[in-house]
Each structure stands twice: as C-alpha cells, then as structure tokens.
C-alpha cells in the first residue's frame, strides 16, 4: 500500500522558518516526481511547489525565493524549507507524487498524503 506521510507542520512567528518532509512508502519514488501543494480555509488546493526524479523544480510564484524543495531518494522523503514565513503562507500542506512532474504541477498527482498544518502568526 502506498502512503505519503508529512511531518513538520506547527505555529510559527512571521518571517519563522519551518521544514516540512513527506516519507513515502509503499514502493520506491525515485523515477517520480514529489511536490506540495496547500490549501487554506475557504481556499482551494493550490499548487507550491514539485521536484522531478533528475532534480528539476517548479516553484509558485508567492513562494519563489522564500522556499526550497529537495528530496532524498536513498529515503525515500521529499522536503520543504519554507522560510520567510508569512501569515499568508498558513494553510495544510500537501506531499503529492506522480511519474510527471506536470501532472502535480496541474493537481493531478497520482499519490496524495493526509497534510500537515502550518500556521504562521502576525
């Protein structure tokens, strides 16, 4: 069974820093592209950032030089430096995998984990 688990989430202060991980397990990711999205109340899901196989990224644009995603094949595990945090940046983030890296880019990822919350105070 193929699971994607994220850790990290928590309260944090403006301009804080938080890392986010999601382990997948269940069968090996490393020809797969991982990504995260988050969604805030009221909000839909909304892409932020992905990461293919080779180590090609995408990034949103709110996120774009604030945040940074890498992974770790040999564990599996995705990763998510959000610094600079703002009160805008609070929402459930998202672990997300797929064979295409367009395809979580589009939030039509094929594996989804249960999210982790962040919360970010002004």
């Known amino acids: 069974q193929v699971q994607l688990v994220e850790s990290g989430g928590g309260l944090v202060q403006t301009g804080g820093s938080l890392r986010l991980s999601c382990a997948a397990s269940?069968?090996?990711?490393?020809?797969?592209?991982m990504g995260w999205f988050r969604q805030a109340p009221g909000n839909e899901r909304e892409f932020v950032a992905a990461?293919?196989?080779?180590?090609?990224?995408l990034y949103a644009d709110s996120v774009k030089g604030r945040f940074t995603i890498s992974r770790d094949n040999a564990k599996n595990t995705v990763y998510l430096q959000m610094n600079s945090l703002k009160p805008e940046d609070t929402a459930v983030y998202y672990c997300?995998?797929?064979?295409?890296?367009?395809?979580?880019?589009?939030?039509?990822?094929?594996?989804w984990g249960q999210g982790t919350q962040v919360t970010v105070s002004s």
């Open positions: 990461i293919s196989w080779s180590g090609n990224t």
């Open positions: 997300a995998a797929d064979e295409d890296i367009y395809s979580i880019y589009k939030n039509e990822g094929r594996y």
């Open positions: 269940g069968r090996t990711f490393s020809r797969d592209a």
